[in-house]
């Protein structure tokens, strides 16, 4: 059984977001980069199946600055093969053309299964996981909460809005998109992330020239801004509370 | 667990776990322990561990260790020192079984989720709030005046304050950081703060088991202070003050460190004609652990809050070297879901019942943990409405500013 997962790095919400003089995109200047949490996830549902099965597990992810160190601590949690794959993701990437240039990378590693997270904060042409499956001609299912194999197939559980939850069986090789793993990601001690800096190799593949087409071409980008038809009130805090006190009573509240 | 540490010789995990505790300072002290239980009773939450240090020792000596290791029971140690200073043997239980042990569980991968998050975010961000890093210097921004980075500054500077966690971040615990820029502005004394250059000092990440991070933070300050000239340290985190006093210097990293109440306590003569009447009111001391029992400063916060005109100190009943534990230390900052599910009370409650005791008007701290853990107990603790918490720093500064 082999077990491909797809990670990438999304912008850490820990600091504030600017937009870049473009207006277009994100000022990458301060931006901190993160695993995407649910590729975190994913990685974390290969190493269960993997504790299950004896599954081989490759994790495979854009090369980002910093993806080193989330590739070695997948290794520390017991990913057996780590794959970074280079490219030019400076300018206007985006998830057609990390789709359809990974498709044929991972083809190559015979995947029985491939997870990713099923959605990412920065995904604005669709999912990277669902592209994937499309680009390799592979059955997909998303919003996965757990994750058995068979033979010849893996039985999962969906989850829906509302509260629902399907299990279905799908046949291999599959993509999924994982929205949680069954355990919650594990947290591996920084003595052991080291260990595997010393012991383990990234591999490096070349994704050659992206091709752009099929993304979201952003017109514009901006902080939420206020409204038409939102009052400000103002003045001091009893002048405040006063006008909100009429306000909502003219709204017939009370 | 035990394919991570065994060499690859025949010998148990039992073994090599007990002869890993001789490598702590003291350490072999541990082969003349009596079994007299006096640990265990002064646990704080000894009554409810399934092994307390005197049990987990009879387990080590009867080589079914791995029970220890199976059970969450370590997990409600939050290293108070509690235990080892009773131990007739004078055995280093903190630091070396319960720290050793966290260590294991820590390797085995049998870690509380909430924990969990906390020393991710210090490997992160490099403070366990999950703050940015580049807000570190942010609760400057409240005083009137300027706090320097050494990066502004581009000098030497005679004084280092390493902030600290929670002082930098915590909303509340910030209120105690400006007070005591204050008092040092009014001391005259020429600091300035590494500010985003600074990470967590590591301390209570490397209690809760996560020696590797401890040390992966240590090398990061001992980067950053290599880089400026300074005379001293100072700091009002009882934790950083007992790295750096304790722990860095193992790692090569030494600097000669004060706690904020030890620098003012030698400064009195010049503070005294500064410090105005405040209402009177009785007011008494908690010693940190990490000052108190596991460093003996004892005397320069009684030193400073007796001199301040109109406070009146009483002690606690238990106080000095039997002094409560908050329940922060040791990962317990970031244990409290857990150690509330198990025990179904808490540490700081305990502590704010000796201080309403006493009659006490004001329970003075000098830790960071405590502002918000003891003003959250002291919401839950009947007839503690008006008990008032403050650091020392705030009393000073309220003294300072006071009518006169």
Avoid at chain 2, 80 to 108: D, F, H, Q, S
Avoid at chain 2, 242 to 247: G, R, V
Wanted: proline share 5%.
């Amino acid at each position: 059984m082999n077990i491909v997962v797809l990670a990438k790095l999304v912008p850490d919400l820990v600091e504030e977001l600017e937009i870049d003089d473009s207006g277009t995109a994100l000022d990458m200047t301060w931006l901190r980069l993160i695993i995407n949490e649910l590729d975190d996830h994913a990685i974390e549902q290969s190493i269960l199946l993997k504790e299950k099965t004896g599954a081989h597990v490759t994790v495979v992810a854009p090369d980002f600055e910093d993806i080193d160190d989330i590739l070695y601590t997948a290794s520390a949690k017991g990913a057996d093969r780590l794959i970074k794959i280079l490219g030019d993701y400076e300018s206007g990437i985006n998830n057609h053309a990390i789709a359809r240039a990974f498709a044929p990378i991972i083809r190559e590693l015979s995947p029985d299964l491939i997870l990713s997270g099923v959605q990412a904060h920065d995904d604005r042409d669709g999912s990277l996981g669902a592209l994937l499956a499309g680009y390799m001609d592979l059955p997909y299912v998303g919003y996965v909460a757990s994750v058995a194999i068979g033979d010849g197939q893996a039985t999962i559980t969906k989850e829906y809005p509302g509260g629902l939850s399907a299990e279905m069986a799908v046949s291999l090789p599959a993509v999924l998109g994982i929205q949680v793993a069954e355990e919650p990601p594990r947290y591996v001690a920084v003595s052991k992330v080291r260990q595997a800096m010393k012991t383990a190799e990234i591999e490096e593949i070349d994704a050659g020239d992206f091709d752009l087409a099929g993304g979201a071409k952003v017109t514009r980008m901006f902080q939420p801004e206020v409204g038409e038809g939102a009052t400000m009130l103002e003045g001091s805090l009893d002048d405040i509370a006063d006008e909100l006190v009429s306000i909502l009573k003219e709204l017939g509240a009370g | 667990m035990t394919a991570a540490t065994a060499p690859a010789s025949t010998r148990s995990f039992n073994d090599v776990f007990y002869e890993s505790l001789f490598e702590v300072e003291d350490g072999e002290r541990i082969r003349a322990c009596l079994q007299c239980g006096t640990c265990s009773g002064a646990c704080p939450f000894g009554y409810l561990m399934g092994f307390p240090p005197g049990r987990m020792i009879a387990y080590l000596r009867a080589e079914r260790f791995e029970n220890v290791i199976d059970s969450d029971s370590v997990w409600m140690c939050v290293s108070c020192y509690a235990c080892t200073a009773v131990c007739p043997k004078e055995i280093p239980l903190t630091p070396g079984l319960m720290t050793r042990t966290k260590e294991e569980m820590l390797l085995a991968g049998n870690v509380p989720s909430e924990l969990q998050d906390a020393l991710m975010n210090s490997q992160r961000y490099g403070n366990p709030l999950g703050e940015s890093p580049r807000k570190r210097a942010e609760w400057t921004r409240g005083l009137e005046f300027e706090v320097p980075t050494f990066r502004e500054a581009k000098r030497a500077v005679d004084v280092l304050w390493f902030v600290s966690d929670y002082p930098s971040y915590h909303p509340r615990v910030q209120l105690t950081t400006r007070a005591m820029a204050r008092v040092l502005k009014l001391l005259g004394v020429d600091f300035a703060i590494l500010g985003p250059e600074e990470n967590s000092d590591g301390d209570s990440q490397r209690l809760a088991g996560e020696r590797g991070l401890f040390e992966m933070l240590a090398e990061k300050n001992g980067k950053a202070l290599s880089r400026y000239e300074f005379n001293q340290v100072i700091t009002s985190d009882p934790h950083a003050y007992n790295a750096f006093k304790n722990e860095y210097p193992k790692l090569g990293i030494e600097y000669p460190m004060q706690h904020f109440t030890e620098f003012v306590a030698e400064r009195m003569d010049d503070l005294k004609p500064h410090l105005k009447p405040l209402e009177e009111q009785r007011v008494t001391y908690h010693d940190p652990c990490y000052l108190g029992r596991a460093n003996d400063v004892y005397d320069a916060p009684r030193t400073i809050l007796s001199a301040i005109p109109g406070l009146e100190l009483v002690e606690m009943p238990h106080n000095r070297s039997t002094s409560l534990c908050c329940g922060g230390g040791g990962g317990g900052m970031w244990l409290d879901g857990f150690q509330w599910e198990k025990a179904h009370v808490r540490l700081s409650e305990w502590r704010i019942q000796e201080a309403v005791s006493v009659n006490a008007d004001i329970l003075a701290v000098a830790c960071p943990y405590e502002p918000p853990r003891f003003e959250d107990a002291a919401k839950m603790v009947e007839g503690a409405g008006r008990l008032a918490v403050k650091d020392i720093a705030e009393l000073l500064a309220e003294s300072i500013e006071a009518d006169a």
